[in-house]
């Protein structure tokens, strides 16, 4: 792809990030408007912003990725992150900003008046955050690196300048205005490539069936083997090597390859003819397909699919950048009607990733050998349509997918930042807030500038899992369930939030690298989730006599109109 058209392109989104966040700043005066925009943002705006911050790398690169990988099945991934906003509309928003609250932390500490449960809050808000920020600056480097061969910390670096800026210099009425921009660029940004790709397919007569169908080379293709992997084939394979492939060396010679796992080194390549199925890569020594869930889906896939959908549809609700959003509604129908919004807008955006994904199956199949599937929405337009207008759609793509990284960036420092100067510096202004935000996003870039990660959309799931763990059960239980006591919440988040946190870090130490430990660990929704709940009841119920006094007070408060509330008052 031509450099002379990408560069500008990204130089002009972070341009006018910095631009529309200034006009946020020129706005922003006091303190509640740098945490909650003096909770006066109306619905559409809102959920455009939402919209903006909450469709990250993931939504833009990862599902994409993963259906080129792994096919239709992947398609649950855009229908649980939107269908989680259903969840959040139906037992969370309204009464989640009727509480008051600044941050989850602070809702947890008004719900149960208990400082303890407060900090443990604000600890899981500050790990989820750190977990989700992590493959965005790890999706910018990849997006420069591809685009421009740039090394691979530098977009990374990028986003994590101008996310700290914007954020430091406005707080919530500066990325609110950002967000919301964001969100209509990246919307165009993968909407027209689209639509040019879709007619560039139709043109060019590929069969329909090959959607449905494993991924095959459509034409002679050399796939360049840039980690060392193994390759799990079905049927026999005839492939020209140069290179190690089982321990022996090649020079542009045919090796029969019988059904099995062969092992192929590094700087590898291999010569495909047209019509050869791409072979299924297992990882290797170094790949980053080795600590993937992916392997856990192939070997249990319906127990994958069930954990999928359970923690995108309950991990929303509990995702501190977009809670954090529902505080700056002026009243609890506000929230709704934004909540409403989101679900169409969001709806309307997920319709095109698994675009990209099923076009990639077809001109860009190597992508799953290489382990750059997440890179199939960057180069699918040189790939289909070349030239100039491949070119020009590129830059487009390449400006969308950095808006990605920069609004769900933003958000994420927003709201860890926020609970780092509530909860941990020792003050609560707004010089400690700027210090807080550079703390935010200080531990996220040093992990992505020195340890590899996950694919973009599997991180992400992972943090949705331990979201759903443990916000869930606390949010749910703590708006709808009186008995709630502050031992049983702190049960719950520990057990349910912690178990999941435990299986991520395993999974992303590859440990163990298969088997049915693995998915478990891989996927932990479907345990953990229970498990939160269930030990939050419990434990609630074995120590009634710590409900806190004024329960019935707050719960009145959650769930009364504030016109009725206004009315009791009087």
């Known amino acids: 792809m031509n450099q002379n058209y990408v560069v500008p392109a990204v130089a002009l989104v972070v341009l006018a990030t910095v631009l529309v966040g200034a006009f946020g700043l020129r706005i922003s005066r006091t303190t509640s408007d740098f945490y909650v925009a003096s909770r ?27 259906v080129l990988v792994q096919g239709p099945d992947m398609l649950w991934y855009p229908v649980g992150y939107t269908a989680g906003y259903l969840v959040l509309l139906l037992f969370v928003a309204a009464p989640l900003r009727r509480s008051g ?22 600890a899981f808000v500050v790990g989820v955050g750190w977990l989700y920020l992590l493959p965005q600056l790890q999706g910018a480097g990849l997006t420069l690196t591809v685009l421009t061969g740039a090394p691979d910390p530098l977009g990374g670096i990028i986003v994590a300048v101008v996310v700290v800026a914007t954020v430091a210099a406005g707080g919530m009425r500066s990325i609110t205005f950002v967000q919301a921009f964001q969100y209509w660029l990246k919307l165009t940004a993968l909407l027209v490539p689209a639509l040019f790709l879709v007619l560039a397919w139709q043109g060019d007569g590929a069969p329909r069936g090959a959607f449905a169908e494993p991924p095959a080379f459509r034409d002679h293709r050399v796939v360049r083997i840039d980690e060392s992997l193994d390759l799990k084939l079905s049927r026999r394979l005839d492939v020209t090597a140069t290179g190690a492939v089982d321990g022996r060396r090649y020079t542009e010679q045919r090796v029969d390859l019988a059904p099995g796992v062969h092992h192929v080194e590094r700087g590898t390549r291999l010569a495909f003819g047209k019509g050869d199925r791409v072979p299924v890569a297992d990882g290797g ?21 069930y954990g999928l959908i359970l923690a995108t549809f309950l991990g929303t609700m509990g995702l501190p950048h977009v809670v954090v959003r529902f505080y700056t509604s002026p009243h609890g129908v506000a929230a709704r009607r934004t909540t409403v919004a989101v679900l169409a807008l969001i709806g309307a955006f997920y319709l095109l990733p698994p675009v990209y994904g099923a076009l990639g199956r077809l001109y860009a199949p190597e992508l799953t050998l290489t382990g750059d599937a997440d890179a199939a929405v960057l180069l699918l337009p ?50 400690h807030f700027r210090l807080g935000t550079l703390l935010a996003m200080a531990v996220p870039l040093a992990a992505s500038v020195l340890v590899g990660g996950l694919p973009v959309a599997d991180a992400v799931g992972l943090a949705f899992a331990v979201s759903a763990s443990s916000f869930c059960p606390l949010l749910v239980l703590g708006i709808w369930w009186r ?42 929704a479907l345990w953990s989730v229970p498990l939160g709940f269930l030990t939050m009841v419990l434990v609630s119920l074995a120590t009634p006599g710590r409900v806190p006094a004024e329960t019935d007070a707050i719960l009145a408060r959650f769930h009364l109109p504030e016109e009725l509330r206004a009315e009791v008052k009087a």
Do not use: C, K
């Open 40 to 66: 006066t943002v109306g619905p559409r705006l809102n959920a455009a912003a939402i919209s903006g911050e909450y469709l990250s790398a993931a939504s833009f690169l990862g599902i994409a990725g993963l």
């Open 285 to 305: 020594d170094n790949s980053d397909m080795s600590t993937s869930p992916e392997s856990g889906s192939e070997e249990r896939p319906l127990y994958a699919t």
């Open 101 to 122: 609250a600044y941050t989850l932390p602070d809702f947890a500490e008004a719900r149960l008046a208990s400082h303890p449960v407060r900090r443990l809050a604000g």
């Open 382 to 431: 040189d790939r289909m349509i070349g030239g100039i207008g491949g070119d020009l759609l590129g830059a487009l793509v390449a400006g969308g997918a950095f808006a990605a990284f920069l609004s769900t960036a933003s958000g994420l420092t927003m709201a860890v930042a926020g609970v780092l100067t509530q909860d941990v510096l020792p003050s609560r202004g707004v010089r």
């Open 483 to 524: 008995r709630l006591t502050p031992p049983g919440a702190a049960a719950g988040m520990l057990v349910g939030g912690g178990s999941a946190f435990v299986a991520v870090t395993a999974t992303m130490a590859a440990y163990p690298g298969t088997g049915t430990l693995h998915a478990l660990l891989a996927w932990p």
